[in-house]
T-cell receptor, first 114, second 117 residues
Framework: DTGVSQDPRHKITKRGQNVTFRCDPISEHNRLYWYRQTLGQGPEFLTYFQNEAQLEKSRLLSDRFSAERPKGSFSTLEIQRTEQGDSAMYLC????????????FGDGTRLSIL | AQKITQTQPGMFVQEKEAVTLDCTYDTSDQSYGLFWYKQPSSGEMIFLIYQGSYDEQNATEGRYSLNFQKARKSANLVISASQLGDSAMYFCAMREVWAETGNQFYFGTGTSLTVIP
């Protein structure tokens, strides 16, 4: 169990640029979640995969955000035409699908928009 | 309405004392789970403890226990014998099993705990 891995840890970019983050879940986990966390707030759900299928997306998720999990293993989260308000910590979590399994989180990717 | 409410933005506790962090939740589901996570300044979210809605006993994990009062919809975290390393943000979270968004975890705004030597 090597834990959930996220890359990069930090990303600084100019407004209007596209960015992509990667998440490698715990290998046995088939569920994968993306969250956004801003300063002083708890994680906010963005989207969820079971295996390669994206089963839920937050209604708050802009069309500029897209996520994939092509082979049911790692996942990518892309933000197109970044805006100042996208500055946040982006967290990935994974879990088993059975029962009420807790989510295991990665260290997050901190995005700063200049 | 907020699914999870944490009303204590910041708490202080003396080392070796016990502290209770409050959490109330809002759901009409009969089946749900409640979770507590710790987030140190380094940023990673660490799972601490879980309580199922049908569990009759309060959950315990080492120095952590969950004071579950179903009728009051509260799930307070009790940390006994506080240590300096307990200083962190603490988040309460809930997952509803049968809701349309049953795979979402809802998080509160967190409580910042500072342990004083």
């Amino acid at each position: 169990d090597t834990g959930v891995s996220q890359d990069p840890r930090h990303k600084i970019t100019k407004r209007g640029q596209n960015v992509t983050f990667r998440c490698d879940p715990i290998s046995e986990h088939n569920r994968l979640y993306w969250y956004r966390q801003t300063l002083g707030q708890g994680p906010e759900f963005l989207t969820y995969f079971q295996n390669e299928a994206q089963l839920e997306k937050s209604r708050l998720l802009s069309d500029r955000f897209s996520a994939e999990r092509p082979k049911g293993s790692f996942s990518t989260l892309e933000i197109q035409r970044t805006e100042q308000g996208d500055s946040a910590m982006y967290l990935c979590a994974s879990s088993w699908s059975g029962g009420m399994e807790p989510q295991h989180f990665g260290d997050g990717t901190r995005l700063s928009i200049l | 309405a907020q699914k999870i409410t944490q009303t204590q933005p910041g708490m202080f506790v003396q080392e070796k004392e016990a502290v209770t962090l409050d959490c109330t939740y809002d759901t009409s589901d009969q089946s749900y789970g409640l979770f507590w996570y710790k987030q140190p300044s380094s940023g990673e979210m660490i799972f601490l403890i879980y309580q199922g809605s049908y569990d009759e006993q309060n959950a315990t994990e080492g120095r952590y226990s969950l004071n579950f009062q179903k009728a009051r919809k509260s799930a307070n975290l009790v940390i006994s014998a506080s240590q300096l390393g307990d200083s962190a943000m603490y988040f309460c979270a809930m997952r509803e099993v049968w809701a349309e968004t049953g795979n979402q975890f809802y998080f509160g705004t967190g409580t910042s705990l500072t342990v004083i030597p």
